[in-house]
Structures are given as structure tokens and as C-alpha cells.
């Protein structure tokens, strides 16, 4: 079961093991739902399940129900691991929703809960740590009261970056990026402006990350630039013990920053991105 607390550090330095356990954050951009067998979506015809897969968020799944539960099943031949699960949504706090992740375990082939997730704010996203699972099946579950719509949704295995980031960090939170157009001001009088939606930016950076290994920064920033490239949104969650989420692109996906060395074995990683928390 995934366990999520309210109070947490930034860490300066190399971490600690015990801290790469609970102290860490993640880049959530691989997805293994397209490319598994899928059901129990119960889509509504206008909005098909497949919307939530196409790395747009202005095109939307809903299930065909106002209001309701759906149990979807994610399914491969061969055994895959995740850790991590990702719901961008559009209404899912006013649609009371709640929901769990389970996996199948694949020596009884009973279904065990791994997480519970439910929207803590009108708009907010959902990115949830798993632990590392791996399994034939997975299955998400929906609960909702009211019609609900959801962005994208990921389930897959993330970037785990070993550790939170330099002191600096600007969480999307935080940070509203939103633009007032016609805003006046003259000799004390003014006119009220208007805003126009941004959405809101993270800027964090990443030292001491092993150049080599799994979490590496050469097994994943290859990957992840070209993903990013692609103008394809993923999820950032700055320390996986809070709900301190964003969904987004990466900022100016053109010109990237890039790797920079900071030990003979360690690499510095930046993400900058704007989008939604």
C-alpha cells in the first residue's frame, strides 16, 4: 500500500539510502497502457477511453454513466513492472471521485490493493508512487457521483531521480503563471484587467545523479528528450511523500537544457515545465 505524509524536507547533497527510499522524486513519462490490452472502460461514445491516451489533454475520456463505478483492466502477455500511476483530470473533485490501484498477484492470481487516490482540489492531478509492481494485470477503479472526465491517464514505470531536488526548487504550486491582460493604472485610477490562463511552472535541478545504472541519467535522458520533443506531457512529482504533483511539457522542448557533469560520475538533471499541479 502506498503511504503519503504532509511533511517533508529538501535534501542538500548526496542522499542517504534510507532517504532514496523515502525522499525522492520521480519524472512519470512512460506509459503502459497503450500499448497492453485494455477493458471495463465503459466509455461514453463521445468520449472515448482512447482520449485519455493521446498526450492531449484537451481531449477527454468519460465513462458512459453520470454516475458510478468502471474497473479498468490493464493486461499483458508477459510480466511488466510499474511504479507509478498518473490521472490527469478535469473534474474529478466536483465528480466525487475516489479510486484504487490493484495488481493481480501472479502466484494466486487474487487482486491486492497497492493504492487509494482521490482528488484533493477542484482541477488538481494525481500522481501517485506504487512501489515497484510487477505483474500480468493491473486494475483501476473509478468511483464517481457525478459525470467525470479525465485528461490522460498513465500507469507505467517512472524516472526515479534517487533523491528531492536542490535547494531552489520552484514547485508549481506555487508558482501561477497566469498573464493579466488590460490592467490600468493612472494617477491612482484603475481598471480592473482580465486574466488569461497560463497555468503554472516548476523549475528544479538535480545533482549528484548517477551518469550510469538503471535510474541513470544515460538509460533515461535520451528517452525522456525525445519524448519531450515530441510535445508529449508527463508527470513530476518533486518527493513521493506528498501530493505535490505537476502535468505538463517540458518549457521550450526545442532547446532543452543540457547534461552537465558535476562529479566524474554524476550529472546534474533539470526539468523545467509548465502545466497544471
Request: hydrophobic share 35%; glycine share 8%.
Amino acid at each position: 500500500m502506498a503511504n503519503f505524509v504532509a511533511n517533508t524536507i529538501v535534501l542538500d547533497g548526496a542522499p542517504t539510502s534510507s532517504q532514496q527510499d523515502t525522499c525522492f522524486a520521480l519524472v512519470g513519462y512512460k506509459n503502459d497502457i497503450p500499448t497492453s490490452t485494455y477493458s471495463g472502460q465503459n466509455a461514453d461514445s463521445a468520449y472515448p477511453f482512447a482520449n485519455c491516451l493521446d498526450y492531449r489533454d484537451n481531449t477527454q475520456y468519460s465513462p458512459a454513466a453520470d454516475s458510478g463505478s468502471v474497473k479498468i483492466i490493464i493486461s499483458k502477455q508477459s510480466l511488466f513492472t510499474v511504479d507509478y500511476f498518473g490521472l490527469a483530470l478535469h473534474n474529478g473533485f466536483s465528480a466525487g471521485l475516489t479510486g484504487k490501484v490493484e495488481m493481480q498477484n501472479p502466484s494466486t492470481n487474487a487482486y491486492e490493493e497497492i493504492a487509494t487516490f482521490t482528488p484533493y482540489g477542484t482541477n488538481k492531478t494525481i500522481c501517485e508512487y506504487l512501489g515497484v509492481k510487477e505483474a500480468f494485470r493491473f486494475k483501476i477503479t473509478l468511483n464517481f457521483t457525478s459525470k467525470l472526465f479525465i485528461g490522460a491517464l498513465y500507469l507505467g514505470k517512472s524516472w526515479s531521480l534517487g533523491r528531492q531536488p536542490d535547494i531552489g526548487l520552484k514547485p508549481a504550486s506555487l508558482n501561477n503563471v497566469d498573464e493579466v491582460v488590460g490592467f490600468n493604472d493612472n494617477n491612482g485610477q484603475f481598471v480592473i484587467g482580465r486574466v488569461e490562463t497560463v497555468g503554472f511552472d516548476t523549475d528544479a535541478s538535480f545533482s549528484l545523479i548517477p551518469m550510469l545504472g538503471d535510474n541513470g541519467i544515460r538509460a533515461n535522458w535520451p528517452s525522456f528528450q525525445t519524448h519531450c520533443k515530441m510535445s508529449r506531457p508527463f508527470f513530476f512529482k518533486w518527493s513521493v511523500s506528498n501530493n505535490d504533483n505537476t502535468f505538463g511539457q517540458y518549457k521550450n522542448p526545442s532547446s532543452m537544457p543540457d547534461i552537465t557533469y558535476s562529479t566524474p560520475l554524476h550529472g546534474t538533471v533539470p526539468i523545467k515545465m509548465r502545466g497544471r499541479d
